[in-house]
């Protein structure tokens, strides 16, 4: 009487008995046979647990009508009215600039003279501060020039054998110590009879007259240049010693020169007095005497003269001769503490 589904219940049944104690040995093992359970009920819900939220009433279209015509006909009505609004502020004068101050007849006439004065006051700022611009530049670039020929370092090359020979006569043959002590340790003197030496322009005698000439170039800012004719060695020391001032002029007054050439001065027109500078400092300074010079192209004739006397002269002809001080191209004084 065992069907298919008996047989797999067995099998089941020996599946479980792994874990059940085996029956002693001997005894009877019987299985006992079970109705099967019956399948569960399905699950409902108990009745009225739960009832939906009612939907919202619709609503009547004339009154989602009303709604639209109340929103396009009030948002233009306020715009409107805030625009009344912002042209009755306007007219009203509440965006205006505020009016000027009445001011009296003769307040206006005050007013007027100070912008007056105040203009050719700002004209004269203007001229003044260019002016002051203008002259520290010249004052910075003749500095950088003066410097930059003064650092040269050329030196010239014998030409003509100078005919009074290749040494002075005297204690010091080439002027080594004097020129030491001037300072002029770099400073060398080349005997040159050439065009190189501006002051020499010996005949060797043959006109009856002896010369001695010297020439400073500022190109060769190392180089005196001296010459003379046999028979002429009285005459070489002061010459010498005026091309050596020359040397100095050079040294202490090249910008000077430069500052008088901005200023329109002509070298021609102070040549004279650059020259009886020299002379004159060989005998103020170093004893040189003046009758040395007198019937030289080059005589002192600068009585009482003074260190900086060329410079004081080329001022007075124009030249601006000292650092510009910005005080002295003040328009009004200024009160410092
Ligand atoms: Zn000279």
């Known amino acids: 009487m065992c069907s298919r589904a008996c047989a797999t219940r067995a099998s089941n049944r020996e599946s479980t008995s792994d874990h059940l104690p085996s029956p002693p040995a001997g005894s009877v093992f019987r299985v006992t046979e079970y109705p099967p359970t019956p399948p569960a009920a399905p699950f409902q819900f108990e009745p009225q647990l739960y009832t939906p939220p009612p939907l919202p009433p619709v609503q009547p279209r004339h009154r989602r009508l ?54 050719d006051l700002l004209a004269q700022l203007d001229t003044a ?31 003509v054998a100078n005919p009074g020979g290749d040494a002075m006569p005297g204690d010091d043959p080439h002027g080594r110590a004097f020129l030491d002590s001037i300072g002029a340790t770099d400073v060398t003197v080349l005997f040159e009879a050439g065009s190189e030496n501006c002051g020499y ?6 006109d009856g007259y002896v010369y001695a000439g010297g020439c400073f170039n500022g190109a ?5 240049f001296m010459a003379w004719d046999p028979g002429a060695e009285d005459l070489v020391w002061s010459i010498f010693v005026h091309e050596a001032m020359h040397w100095y002029q050079n040294e202490n007054y090249l910008q000077v020169e ?80």
């Open 201 to 206: 322009a010996g005949t060797g005698g043959e």
């Open 66 to 119: 009303a709604l639209v015509l109340s929103l396009a006909i009030g948002i233009p009505v306020l715009l409107l009215a805030g625009g009344a609004v912002v042209v009755v502020l306007a007219l009203m004068g509440t965006f205006a600039p505020p009016a000027p101050p009445q001011l009296s007849a003769l307040d206006e006439q005050r007013i007027q003279a100070e912008v007056v004065e105040r203009s």
């Open 258 to 337: 430069y500052l008088a050439d901005i200023a329109g001065i002509d070298r021609g027109s102070y040549t004279e007095r650059w020259e009886a500078d020299a002379s004159c400092r060989a005998v103020y300074v170093h004893g040189i005497p003046l009758e040395e010079y007198v019937g030289s192209s080059s005589p002192c004739t600068i009585d009482g003269w003074y260190e900086g006397f060329i410079e004081d002269y080329l001022a007075g002809l124009g030249a601006k001769v000292a650092e510009p001080d910005p005080a002295a191209y003040e328009v009004a004084e200024a009160s410092r503490p």
């Open 129 to 159: 501060r260019s002016q002051y611009r203008t002259d520290l530049d010249n004052w910075t670039n003749t500095a950088t020039w003066a410097a930059d020929d003064l650092a040269g370092t050329a030196t010239p090359s014998a030409s």
């Open 220 to 224: 060769y800012p190392n180089t005196l």
